[in-house]
């Protein structure tokens, strides 16, 4: 367990944008983040907790300690008849978790296959998918106290997850570090296929009768389609929130917009595609130099190589301001901004 300074970050960001740590360390278990963080040297610093780098937009040079999560393994800690239920460390790779649980025929997560990022950091941001959410599988996590050390268990009540949010993103931000995450998979599959197009990839895949390996090789086709690799072009995946406005406001818009497309959240309140807004503003596929708007998906910011952190956020409060104009409704980022 190494502190290295003055540390680039560029490797630990999907963006691939070029800032530096003060201070640098991996740890790889629960003991050595614990040993971490009782270290003099570093208690009074601000703490920052790097995975995948997925979700995350670099401004600046971060003055303070990045640590990174290095905590692997998968195992089963229980089982009935309907369910198992499959403990990982926080720092595996989200679809390498996904491939490990089809290897094992246990269904569940099958729509979140291929989401950049990791273990850890899938139940902060409630992850979701195609019809699925983090929260349908999730069973329960443990998290250490960045003051105490403590380890603390949080079950699906206690982290109060909401679209795309959790309590570690609200009330308890920067106060927890993930350690692992169960989750209850089921030995009998009950199949999502009516979300987006994946009924559609399943029927050109000729699969009439699908499994599960078929649905994640159909979100694996559908994703690899339309998003571009970040280890190609650097990105974050969806930069923007697929926005939820009353159902009142949402008929206002319609009478205006007739062909804007939504999905229902509840008898009051549906979810308009902020893909669309976005694209409807023109901004789909505008190049700003070396960054701009994916030619194939509108939510998607991508850096085409050197471009500086503020250029992305500029051109993500743009694009928020041109939609608000136009539609009256605020986007708001999915990815951290830092």
């Known amino acids: 367990m190494k502190i290295q300074s003055d540390y680039s970050l560029k490797p630990y960001n999907t963006f691939g944008i070029d800032v530096k740590a003060k201070l640098f360390v991996r740890f790889e278990s629960v003991q050595e983040l614990q040993e971490i963080l009782r270290m003099p040297e570093l208690k009074q610093e601000q703490k920052l907790i790097l995975g995948g780098g997925s979700n995350v937009l670099f401004t600046q040079d971060f003055d303070g300690v990045a640590l990174l999560n290095s905590i692997k393994g998968i195992e089963v800690i229980h089982e009935d008849d309907q369910h198992v239920y499959a403990k990982a460390g926080s720092g595996e790779v989200w679809h390498d978790f996904v491939l490990y649980t089809l290897q094992h025929n246990w269904g569940g ?10 273990v850890g950091a899938a139940p902060l941001q409630n992850i979701g998918a195609y019809g699925v959410e983090l929260k349908d599988v999730f069973h329960e996590l443990e998290a250490v106290h960045t003051e105490t050390g403590e380890v ?5 009540d206690t ?3 909401g679209y795309r949010e959790s309590v570690f ?9 993930v350690t692992a995450v169960t989750f209850k998979l089921h030995k009998e599959h009950h199949l999502n296929t009516s979300y987006g197009a994946i009924k ?4 050109e895949m000729q699969v009439k009768q699908p499994t599960i390996q078929d649905v994640s090789a159909a979100v694996c086709h559908i994703r690899s389609s339309k998003l571009p690799n970040p280890k190609q072009i650097g990105n974050a995946g969806s930069f923007f929130k697929n926005p939820e406005i009353p159902l009142d406001e949402f008929e206002q818009l319609k009478a205006q917009f007739s062909d804007i497309p939504s999905y229902p959240v509840s008898e009051t309140t549906v979810k308009v595609p902020a893909g669309w807004l976005i694209e409807q503003c023109g901004w789909k596929g505008k190049v700003l130099g070396n960054y701009g708007v ?6 998607v910011l991508v850096n085409y190589g050197g471009a500086k952190g503020d250029e992305v956020r500029k051109l993500a409060y743009d694009i928020i301001a041109s939609v608000e104009e136009k539609f009256g409704i605020r986007l708001t980022p999915e990815v951290n901004i830092l």
């Open 159 to 161: 982290c109060q997850f």
């Open 294 to 299: 994916h030619k194939n998906q509108a939510l």
């Open 200 to 203: 559609t990839t399943l029927e």
């Open 109 to 118: 997560v099958e729509n979140l296959s291929l989401i950049p990022g990791t």
């Open 152 to 156: 603390k268990t949080f079950d699906n």
């Open 169 to 177: 993103k609200n009330k308890l931000k920067g106060q927890y570090i």
